[in-house]
């Protein structure tokens, strides 16, 4: 299998409001973080708000400049290019239906703004039928791209979002949260649409969200963040089955399972108060305050990220005691 | 005695807006026991919020109830004035709204926030208030709460607001609390703690619980009866074992099908309900549910079901049990 994205320890600072002139602060918002996505494949990335899974997905597209680090694609280092050529091949679906489409602009021209800048319809007539097959591709139709977003539900409006980012025809789409904003009933119908897609255009995904049990249901691997930091890898059902990391564990146990009677036999492992700030997180392993196993080592020391079984990754000290 | 402590008979609801009247609620009766934990199920705009909020006496502007009755302990919300409604505001009934970070006042500090209840309700020193809103930061679970008093909202997570929101709630010991999908906003370590919380309050003080939420984990969790609202009706009705492995309503089902399963072993693809939720303004003549519907019937078109009794506990609104029903009488004659 080919790696098609390799991250490699990158590191998303954003200047924060320091206490003094001299003193510049940083808010970690992702702190070394390494990983690779293979062709084809979908890795999921999960987290609670506020630990880096969405800084990480715009980083690789690089909507942000990361602070270090680097980011290769297909083999070449993307770090420091003009990104223009690349942004043909990676795309990104973002998490607000509503906030992410221009309300002034008919859905023809979302959709074909991005053919417009990639130059990639030869005539008038061509724009149009590759904005309709996009559309037909996403379940709308040809009567639909003369509206405005304001005419269509969250779903439908997902969908257009989707096709915007398929206009191009990418090889691999961030996906941040596309389906949180959407009803239980629409999630399924977007979800199954993103799978379809990967079987037939061979599509690589990088599936962002909070919720475990849709990223389970997507992704090939699962990759769980916690305050900027890469806590646990491995493969889906590795993960939630067999997970090592205190925090992973809790996570999973945490999920409330919508069968009465498994869920009231359910064992939830509890986490003690919020997670820290992300300006002055903990010393050493950053779940460590939350964690009940956690000892004098977790403190003083940096658990680092280890294949503890053939691609299971884990940043703990104690996961093998 | 066997006396309800809410009793919602046939209540319509409709917002009227510059576009038209919208039926947010549509006949909907809700019975609920001292004790009782319901949930109420729907997706965003089904009148799960409004029948909640219409309880509490608030109905928001344009809404109006244009028929049937709400009844709670015995007094009728729809027929009393704004000062009888504050007596039993955040008294015997009170609220959790679903977003804690504005629902809070930030100009006031929580210890105030929690006395401004207690002083209004329960005692008049100022003293005795303020021990009290100690407790309750204690019983809510939140650390150092002799320090919490004095903050402001804005030093607070979003899992402490809405444990403080709970306090503010349960301050005058309420026989309901209404909570507004109080998890929604909140993240799944963070939600399984209040939940948690919320199950244990309840067992201490006794109180009866409606949750409103979408997801279904939240109220397999937590309740005893649940209701399924679409477009403003319940659709079914029952206690949640019935309703998570008996579902008869074609909605229900399809929820249950339709959401992916943390404990699934191997990769099932979903299977999701086809269209698009009611557009509210122009309602479809028949059952909401028949344009979205796989084994709709003509008579789904043109008529409202009436509701068919599964059993004493569990009820569902759907043409196809009305025609099992009749299968089984005429077959049976005709036998």
């Given amino acids: 299998m080919s790696k098609l994205i390799e991250v490699k320890n990158l590191k998303q600072y954003f200047p924060a409001a320091s206490n003094s002139l001299f003193n510049k602060r940083f808010l970690k918002a992702v702190d070394d973080v390494s990983f690779s996505i293979n062709r084809g494949e979908t890795l999921g990335l999960v987290g609670e708000s506020g630990c880096g899974k969405t800084t990480t997905g715009k980083s690789i597209v690089r909507l942000h400049e990361p602070t270090s680090g680097s980011i290769h694609y297909d083999g070449k280092d993307i770090t420091n290019v003009n990104m223009l050529p690349y942004r043909r091949k990676m795309q990104i679906v973002f998490q607000d239906p509503y906030a992410s489409l221009n309300p002034r602009m008919a859905v023809s021209d979302i959709v074909g703004e991005a053919i417009d800048i990639h130059k990639l319809a030869s005539n008038n007539k061509d724009r149009k039928a590759k904005i309709i097959s996009m559309l037909e591709r996403v379940g709308l139709n040809s009567e639909h791209a003369n509206r405005f977003p304001h005419e269509f539900s969250g779903g439908q409006r997902q969908r257009i979002g989707i096709a915007r980012s398929l206009a191009v025809d990418p090889e691999f789409i961030v996906c941040d949260e596309p389906v949180s904003a959407l009803d239980v009933s629409i999630q399924a119908q977007i979800i199954n649409m993103f799978e379809e897609l990967q079987e037939d255009l061979g599509l690589t995904y990088l599936f962002i969200a909070h919720d475990l049990s849709v990223v389970k249901h997507i992704s090939n691997r699962i990759g769980v963040m916690y305050l900027g930091k890469l806590v646990e890898l491995a493969e889906s059902y590795e993960l939630t089955f067999h997970s090592l990391h205190p925090y992973t564990k809790s996570l999973i146990s945490s999920i409330p399972e919508p069968d009465p009677k498994k869920s009231r036999l359910q064992q939830r492992i509890m986490l003690e108060g919020d997670v820290p700030s992300p300006l002055n997180p903990p010393s050493g392993c950053h779940f460590r305050t939350r964690c009940q196993y956690a000892t004098k080592i977790c403190a003083e020391q940096e658990p680092t990220f280890t294949e503890i079984s053939s691609g299971h990754f884990v940043a703990c000290h104690h996961c093998c005691d | ?335």
Avoid at chain 2, 247 to 258: A, D, I, N, Q, R
Avoid at chain 2, 280 to 289: A, R, S, T, V
Avoid at chain 2, 298 to 311: A, G, R, S, V
């Fill in chain 2, 1 to 335: 005695m066997s006396q309800n402590l809410v009793d919602i008979k046939n209540l319509k609801l409709s917002f009227f807006t510059a576009a038209g009247e919208v039926k947010a609620l549509n006949d909907v009766s809700i019975q609920m026991k001292q004790g009782d934990v319901l949930g109420i199920v729907g997706e965003s705009g089904s009148g799960k919020s409004v029948t909640a909020y219409s309880l509490m006496g608030l109905v928001p502007h344009p809404g109006k109830i244009i028929g049937g009755s709400i009844a709670f302990d015995g007094h009728y919300i729809n027929e009393m004035s704004e000062k009888e409604l504050r007596i039993l505001r955040g008294n015997k009934l009170s609220i959790i709204f679903q977003d804690p970070m504005t629902s809070l006042n930030p100009v006031y500090t929580i210890g105030n926030q929690i006395e401004e209840v207690i002083l209004l309700h329960a005692t008049k020193s100022k003293k005795i208030a303020s021990k009290r809103a100690l407790d309750l930061l204690n019983l809510v679970g939140i650390n150092e709460p002799r320090r919490r008093l004095k903050q402001y909202p804005h030093e607070l997570s979003g899992g402490m607001r809405q444990r403080v929101m709970i306090a503010i709630a349960l301050a005058c010991e309420p026989k309901l609390l209404i909570a507004d999908e109080p998890t929604t906003a909140l993240d799944v370590t963070i939600q399984a703690q209040i939940l948690e919380l919320m199950g244990e309050l309840r067992k201490k003080i006794g109180m009866s619980i409606i949750m409103i939420t979408h997801d279904l984990g939240v109220v397999a969790n937590m309740c005893e009866k649940i209701a399924v609202m679409y477009a403003g009706k319940i659709v079914e009705y029952g206690t949640a074992d019935e309703i998570f492995y008996n579902p008869k309503h074609e909605y229900t089902k399809g929820l249950l099908l339709s959401i992916p399963k943390i404990s699934a072993t191997k990769h099932e693809k979903l299977i999701p309900i086809d269209g698009t939720p009611v557009d509210m303004l122009m309602p479809p003549k028949g059952c909401p549910f028949a344009p979205r519907c796989a084994s709709c019937m003509k008579i789904c078109l043109k008529e409202m079901p009436p509701y068919t009794d599964i059993n004493e506990d569990h009820y569902s609104a759907c043409w196809l049990l009305q025609k099992a029903a009749y299968d089984t009488i005429t077959n049976g004659v005709a036998r």
